[in-house]
């Protein structure tokens, strides 16, 4: 069924978001750096020194607290992401650090959450583009999720990432800041690289029907995120799901000539792959390429020995993907 198209300059809103994301990610992490930098001596180690970590956000906000609570997790840490409007949240104590994300710092939910800890005695973290946003006075400490300039779409993604590397920060780590500083030149290449592959994706994956897209449960935020993308710019309906989970619950809507969208490094890929061709789909993979892909976008790769960037370039080849199926005509749907 066709789309009616939509305006053609929130297309080119959306494009130009994406091509500035490497200046913004530089920026906005300098920026993140030198508030960090600028806290009273010893205020954020108190602070990420608390036993439970519950990071609180809705959207993209909660997509990328996914990822950083499973990263803190497999490090040993009490760490959980919360929907902020869930029905039934996680107490507060002196024994908690909230980290509350809202990039308008107005959400009604997630300002409520940040008070509820405030009042609980947990120490609270908002991640916010507006310094002097409700969000922001329920804080101890204010990230920045901007860096110079605010996404013209209005969908999440300069702020996504600069959620996501918020949150690295956080880790405190001296290897994981040097990775953060590789990730523009990532962004950069996978942008400049990009003729050469999104329309060939774009033609495998416009199938008419929802594109499956699978990745790691451990990713299972960059999932959530690279769905998201296809559902709201093109609007093309996009189930994520764990790769290994897909083999027992996501399958059964996979017909003959369906697309499925894979970032690659689940230890279920070679399995999934085999599943899709058997039952007549195509794949496209996100990273290094597998065997049996039908195509290989070079993205979600290591850059200079950088894992962080490669999980960060995946979001950006997912946009310029959807900004490609958004763009073609009979594609699209109202807004």
Do not use: C
């Not at 297309?11 to 920026?27: G, K, W």
Request: hydrophobic share 50%.
């Amino acid at each position: 069924m066709g789309r009616t198209p939509v305006p053609a300059d929130r297309v080119a809103q959306f494009l130009d978001d994406i091509l500035a994301s490497p200046v913004e990610l530089a920026a906005v992490i300098g920026a993140q750096r030198a508030v960090l930098a600028s806290l009273p001596g010893g205020v954020l180690g108190e602070a990420l020194a608390r036993p439970r970590r519950v990071l609180i956000g809705m959207g993209s906000s909660r997509f990328a607290a996914l990822d950083a609570a499973a990263r803190w997790r497999l490090a040993g840490l009490d760490a959980a992401a919360e929907m902020a409007s869930a029905s039934g949240p996680s107490r507060g104590g002196a024994d908690t650090l909230a980290i509350v994300i809202s990039s308008s710092g107005s959400t009604v939910e997630a300002v409520a959450a940040a008070k509820r800890h405030r009042a609980a005695g947990s120490a609270v973290i908002a991640m916010t583009s507006r310094p002097g946003s409700a969000l922001a006075w329920e804080a101890d400490i204010v990230m920045p999720l901007r860096g110079t300039r605010a996404e013209t779409s209005g969908i999440a993604t300069l702020s996504y990432r600069a959620t996501v590397a918020g949150l690295l920060t956080m880790d405190r780590d001296a290897g994981v800041d040097a990775q953060l500083d590789a990730a523009p030149a990532a962004l950069g290449q996978v942008i400049a690289d990009r003729a050469g592959w999104v329309s060939a994706a774009a033609d495998l994956l416009d199938t008419g029907r929802e594109i499956h897209v699978l990745a790691d449960g451990f990713l299972a935020g960059t999932a959530e995120q690279a769905a998201l993308m296809l559902r709201e710019a093109p609007r093309i309906a996009a189930p994520p799901y764990d790769t290994g989970d897909w083999l027992h619950v996501g399958l059964y809507t996979l017909f003959p000539g369906d697309a499925v969208l894979l970032i690659a490094g689940s230890p279920a890929d070679a399995e999934a792959i085999s599943t899709i061709r058997a039952r007549g789909g195509r794949v496209a993979v996100i990273g290094p390429n597998r065997e049996g892909a039908h195509l290989a976008i070079p993205a979600g790769q290591s850059h200079a020995g950088s894992a962080v960037a490669a999980v960060l370039t995946v979001s950006l080849a997912v946009e310029l993907l959807a900004v490609e199926l958004w763009g073609r005509a009979g594609r699209q749907r109202a807004t």
